[in-house]
């Protein structure tokens, strides 16, 4: 029996004329009673699906009709119920933020590539780092820091130049960006269900922001905690042979 599928798409061109044609070959189910979710774009657009499924427990299998698609599988019109069947699964827990700005108010997001903060003026930023409550750095001068999940590891991280991280790895990536002081510092592994907190030291001054997937901005913070949500979980379905881990292994490889 072919499975109930919800099509979605960015509002790029070719996303939005690729899920045209989806929809005309294989019908769409209403959200409520699909079985699986098919996003069209890019990486930016299935981080957004991921973000809106709503708490629905549906796997997402991503078609690249973007530029990257690390995230996604290649494009094809031509039997999807079959790949969808084929597909393997990958499970994510996402991090989340509790940022508190100098007003006193507190925002808090999901990430499920990188929680990261950056400077927001021309000096740079000075942070405290805690993890699990005891003080790992009293002073890290720098362009900003994240902490990375493995999904995201190849993303800001490996821009930054953090590690790629094992799709199953139970650790965190803990990078900075451009750091000052300590001067050699290259960075931490920190266990998956560690909490990470960091405290903006000379806030006035050197004002700093926060971003989840860099969206969810919030300027002038004095503390962001980060932590990943273990109860929370989403389904990535990709092609075999093709899935996040052999995608991981082959970046470090090029």
Known sequence: MQQKIRFTASKARPAQEALARL??????????????????????????????????????????????????????DDDLPGRLAAAEEAILNPLSMRAENVRGRVTAALAVNEVSLLRQGPQAARLRVTVDGRERLPELVCDGALVATPAGSTAYNYSA???????????LALT??????PRRWRGALIPKLAEVRFDVLDPDKRPVMADADSRNSVRDVISVVVRSEAAISHRLLFDPGHGLEERLIREQFV
Request: charged residues 15%.
């Open 176 to 181: 900075a960006m451009s750091a000052f002081r």
């Open 23 to 76: 929809i005309a070959r294989y019908g769409q189910s209403d959200s409520r009673r699909a079985a699986v979710v098919v996003a069209l774009g890019g990486d930016g657009f299935m981080l957004q699906t991921l973000r809106e499924k709503s708490g629905r427990d549906l796997p997402v299998y991503g078609m690249n009709c973007g530029t990257i698609g690390f995230l996604m599988n290649a494009y094809s």
């Open 161 to 171: 130049h953090g590690p790629i991280l094992p799709i199953g790895a139970d650790v």
